[in-house]
């Protein structure tokens, strides 16, 4: 039969589940004359989760905006999801952008939209001429309805975002992501607003859709318990520097002290 | 390490809690200059405007017998009165309606995070001619335009609201938080999109709420303009005056003063609910 012939020929054409999404080499940024990363290697895989530990101004967030040409950065090598992103420019850039979904610390929801309004702005970059006249296809509207549903609060779907606590507003945010149809999501401090007990659960969460979706999960983190437990892999940073990189059980108090200074202030 | 944050010595900061926690706070220099430039700006004012306490207190009889004289209110004519006063509200009502419209599209290029510069600077521009002309000079060019009537005072009245809010609504979109804005530009979104999705509702209480205000103001401002014949009550009001026809007079005065404060009211309700 035809049908299973091509199939099989889908299969074959399909890259191996372990070629990374983003593949960066020595990766620089400076502004003016600080240096906020210093020749940054890291790769991050289909399904895994990815911790970027370290102080604030250690270069974790300079690091995702250059993933998404946010940051002027120069590299030997900068690939996000097949594409260089230092060539990319206007429309290329934009349909880049589109590719990467962002979590952020501040959750960034427009508060008075719904939650699920908010859900569907995630799809806004291929939300097509219907959009013009300001709506959403029913299509559009279910998949974000299902998106809502899987982050396990399809029941709050009409609420307004502001009257959703932390947690389930980073659920909407989460949600809003993955509306993007991403190919990566980076997470930037996605718990640091949020309690311990949350924020396990939003990581756990993160996790989940990392597997279900077979896209890297990028999070920065300030906490070492919350990287030990959640990630797979973690990437430290120091002063625009790579001073970690391996797998999180390797993760031992010294190297997070490598990572933090002798001052050691790294929660528990 | 992070660096320790210079600190002042421990004499300077005991001497800055004990100022503190004294009962008279005595103001900067900063403050006493703008107290002094204050008292210097009224006392000009006063002085270059003619404002004299005892000309108002020997006049006080004068008023006085004026208002005796617009007593008692004849409500003969009533009917007119509501007909001409229900044109006035109708003029408010498309003139508030058509100048937010287009008083939204102009702060859009008046809004400085949504606009590039020379959009910025020239809707700025424009805005300020058009606040900078009283609404009468606007209604005495439209009734030259158009002719004598309502629509020469609607189309008044939208010129006069993009002046009074233009600029009100693109300062609402400049407050907006701009977290969300750029979570939607990482995602993607068209500058438009950023717009329609992100900058406008998060403005709009405050724009609904400003809009309400403006016709407040347009109904007021509708019933003056009939004295250029650009219609609604003020013709009528007019020519009660001249024709010295003062028990008329004063009952569409009172009719006004209800209308006003009906719709006041009303438009006070409707904020408080949206805000």
Redesign the interface.
């Known amino acids: 039969m035809t049908a299973t012939a091509e199939a099989g020929v889908v299969r074959v054409l399909q890259p191996p589940a372990s070629a990374p999404t983003i593949v960066a080499r020595g990766v620089r940024v400076s502004y003016g004359q600080t240096v906020a990363l210093d020749g940054v290697d890291l790769d991050a895989r289909p399904g895994e989760v990815l911790a970027l530990l370290g102080h604030s101004g250690s270069g974790k967030s300079t690091l995702m905006k250059s993933f998404?040409g946010?940051a002027p950065a120069t590299a030997e090598e900068l690939t996000v999801a097949g594409r260089d992103v230092l060539a990319q420019r206007g429309t290329a850039l934009?349909?880049l952008?589109?590719?990467?979904?962002?979590v952020?610390q501040?959750f960034?929801?427009?508060?008075?939209?719904s939650a699920i309004?908010n859900v569907l702005?995630?799809g806004?970059?291929r939300?097509g001429p219907y959009?013009l006249v300001?709506g959403f296809g029913s299509t559009q509207r279910r998949e974000a309805l299902a998106l809502l549903h899987r982050v396990g609060i399809g029941d709050k779907a009409r609420r307004q975002a502001r009257s959703l606590s932390g947690g389930e507003q980073q659920r909407v945010?989460i949600a809003?992501?993955l509306m993007?149809r991403p190919k990566v999501i980076l997470a930037d401090e996605p718990v640091a607003s949020l309690d311990p007990r949350l924020a396990g659960s939003v990581l756990s969460l993160l996790r989940d859709i990392a597997i279900e979706q077979q896209i890297p999960v990028i999070v920065s983190l300030h906490v070492v318990d919350l990287a030990r437990r959640h990630a797979d892999r973690v990437v430290g940073l120091r002063a625009g520097r790579t001073v970690f990189a391996g797998p999180a059980g390797a993760l031992t108090d010294g190297a997070a002290r490598e990572i933090y200074?002798e001052?050691g202030e790294f929660g528990a | 390490m992070p660096e320790a944050p210079t600190r002042p010595s421990p004499a300077d900061a005991t001497k800055d809690e004990l100022r503190l926690t004294r009962a008279v706070q005595v103001p900067g220099v900063g403050g006493l200059a703008g107290v002094v430039a204050v008292i210097a700006i009224v006392a000009w004012s006063v002085a270059g405007s003619d404002f004299s306490i005892e000309r108002f207190v020997t006049g006080m009889p004068r008023m006085g017998e004026f208002l005796v004289r617009l007593w008692p209110p004849d409500f003969g004519r009533f009917g007119l009165i509501v007909e001409l006063l229900i044109e006035t509200l109708q003029m408010a009502v498309v003139g508030t309606l058509i100048g937010a419209v287009l008083s939204l599209f102009l702060s859009f290029a008046a809004a400085s995070n949504i606009s590039p510069p020379w959009l910025y600077a020239s809707s700025r521009f424009v805005l300020n001619v058009l606040r900078s002309i009283p609404e009468l000079i606007f209604a005495l060019m439209f009734v030259s335009a158009v002719g004598l009537g309502p629509f020469a005072g609607i189309l008044a009245l939208v010129l006069g609201s993009i002046g009074t809010i233009g600029k009100i609504y693109a300062e609402a979109m400049e407050s907006v938080p701009s977290g969300p804005l750029d979570a939607l530009t990482s995602a993607g979104a068209s500058k438009r999109q950023v717009i329609t999705y992100g900058v406008v509702p998060q403005a709009s209480p405050l724009l609904v709420s400003y809009t309400l205000l403006l016709f407040e103001g347009n109904v007021r401002g509708a019933t003056i303009l009939g004295l250029v014949g650009a219609g609604g009550i003020g013709m009528e009001l007019t020519t009660a005056m001249r024709l010295y026809d003062y028990g008329h007079l004063l009952a569409i005065i009172l009719s006004i003063i209800v209308l006003v404060t009906v719709i006041d009211r009303l438009s006070a309700i409707i904020r408080k609910k949206i805000t």
């Open positions: 998404t946010m934009r349909a952008r589109a590719d990467v979904g962002h952020f501040h960034n929801l427009v508060p008075n939209l309004a702005t995630g806004l970059h939300a959009n300001g945010a809003r992501a993007q200074g001052d």
